[in-house]
């Protein structure tokens, strides 16, 4: 289910090769984009660690959802990073 | 058999997930594909909620599930999925994905390995630029498809869709299909953004770490994923099955009356 004409995809091929090639000092692409996914998750958990310790409402509800709009929005950038890079 | 079904609130009320359970026994997550509800499960869900608790959802923006949010990508639409697993405490479930639910399955099972039991990849790929595209009438029609009216595009469809064989001999099973789609809002928005999400889907270089038993079904005759998409998850996937199904296209759960029963077993021998 590809929908991407062929020059676009050139030129995606080309942006990842040089995305790839710039963080070969930090680990390689898909180590950092790994990382990248690790940092979001972790980020989302302490939102949601923090909300649980709230008992005020809507002080929590506003805190929890903080939490999934850094998963939803981190996952944004995921998924086009990894297409993007090709990792 | 026991049922239920309910609303999982996500993002402060932005996204809500609709879902539904049947029977008891096992959980087994369905994740159904573009465009389509929970709903487009119904054959699946009779097979297997024999012996199963059979669960089904409407994806972001689809039938009963909302969604003020474009952030359209199979990692989010796996989050959903977890949601309910969480919201119904279940730590363990099957998964079985089709099409597009494949994808989603796959980000499942890769960013939620301890949450899944087995994994079965319906009619589906594995994204980037390995993947085995359709031909360009397929893709130019599915871009086609988001404007046109319901009706007609269910039945434009068909033969996308469905095998040879099937449109010749199936038509009854195929109307069924086309009715039970027809009777879910279609949001035209949510379809564009699920088409968005499958075409940046790319699991391709991370198949090899899922460590989940795997069974692979798809079409021979599937004009919208070809089947060579199918040989490659099996490849990449650590001693995943592969079951082609010679004359069935995408749509194969209609196609193939037995292949339910098939998963159902494949379910059981990993339960």
């Known amino acids: ?87 | 058999m026991s049922s239920g079904s309910g609303i999982v609130d996500r993002l402060g009320g932005r996204t809500r997930i609709y879902w539904e359970s049947t029977g008891t026994g096992d959980p087994v997550l369905l994740i159904h594909g573009l465009g389509l509800s929970g709903g487009a499960w119904w054959r699946t869900v009779d097979a297997l909620a024999g012996a199963m608790r059979v669960i089904t959802f409407d994806h972001r923006g689809i039938g009963q599930s909302e969604s003020l949010t474009y952030a359209y990508t199979t990692e989010a639409m796996a989050d959903d999925a977890v949601s309910i697993l969480d919201d119904l405490e279940i730590d363990r479930v099957h998964l079985y994905g089709f099409s597009l639910g494949g994808m989603v399955a796959q980000q499942i099972a890769l960013r939620n390995p301890t949450r899944v039991q087995s994994l079965v990849l319906g009619a589906t790929h594995s994204g980037g630029r390995h993947a085995a595209f359709p031909e360009s009438e397929v893709v130019a029609f599915f871009r086609r498809r988001a404007t046109m009216p319901s009706e007609e595009a269910a039945w434009a469809s068909v033969p996308y869709n469905y095998g040879p064989r099937s449109r010749a001999e199936q038509v009854d099973r195929i109307a069924e299909d086309i009715e039970r789609r027809l009777a879910n809002p279609f949001n035209e928005q949510a379809y564009r953004g699920q088409l968005l999400a499958a075409s940046l889907h790319n699991c391709y270089r991370r198949l090899e770490r899922i460590r989940t038993p795997t069974l692979v079904v798809h079409g021979a005759r599937d004009r919208i994923i070809p089947a060579a998409n199918a040989h490659m998850l099996a490849e990449r996937v650590p001693g995943a099955q592969l079951q082609i199904l010679e004359d069935a296209g995408h749509l194969y759960p209609t196609e193939d009356a037995a292949v339910d029963g098939a998963i159902g077993e494949f379910f059981a021998a990993h339960g």
């Not at chain 1, 710039?22 to 996914?37: K, N, R, S, T, Y």
């Not at chain 1, 940092?39 to 939102?47: N, P």
């Not at chain 1, 929890?64 to 995921?78: K, Q, V």
């Open chain 1, 1 to 87: 289910m590809a929908f991407m004409d062929d020059a676009l995809g050139r030129v995606v091929d080309a942006a990842g090769t040089v995305g790839r090639a710039a963080l070969i000092p930090w680990g390689g692409a898909e180590a950092c984009v790994d990382a990248f996914e690790m940092a979001i998750r972790a980020l989302s958990d302490a939102q949601l660690t923090i909300a649980r310790t709230v008992e005020v409402e809507p002080v929590r509800a506003v805190l929890a959802s903080y939490s999934e709009m850094t998963r939803d929005i981190g996952a944004t950038h995921l998924s086009r990073l990894r297409w993007l890079l090709d990792v």
